[in-house]
Nanobody
């Protein structure tokens, strides 16, 4: 069973960048499609980016062209590079397998100030 720990969040001004990391345990990591989700206060959790085991990526329209998802199978890690951040990107960010096979982790808070 894959277990996931998110890190890399923080406070950044609009237009800035952050890189989130998701460290996975378990030898099956490389076979899983992975996704980054986010949940803003009072809103539903949404999928913002996904990457298959073969490296095919997909993005929500709201982040397309600004966010990049990648993975390093040798390090059991998936990343989310976030550029040109906007205040509306403020949320707790979570990673998960797709389909989700484990409980949600603690996530990492991203706050973008205007």
């Amino acid at each position: 069973q894959v277990q996931l720990v998110e890190s890399g969040g923080g406070l950044v001004q609009a237009g800035g960048s952050l890189r989130l990391s998701c460290a996975a345990s378990g030898s099956a990591f490389r076979f899983n499609t992975m996704g980054w989700y986010r949940q803003a206060p009072g809103q539903q959790r949404e999928l913002v980016a996904a990457i298959t085991s073969g490296g095919i990526t997909n993005y929500a329209d709201s982040v397309k062209g600004r966010f990049t998802i990648s993975r390093a199978n040798a390090k059991n890690t998936v990343y989310l590079q976030m550029n040109s951040l906007k205040p509306e990107d403020t949320a707790v960010y979570y990673c998960a397998t797709i389909p989700r096979k484990t409980p949600w982790g603690q996530g990492t808070q991203v706050t973008v100030s205007s």
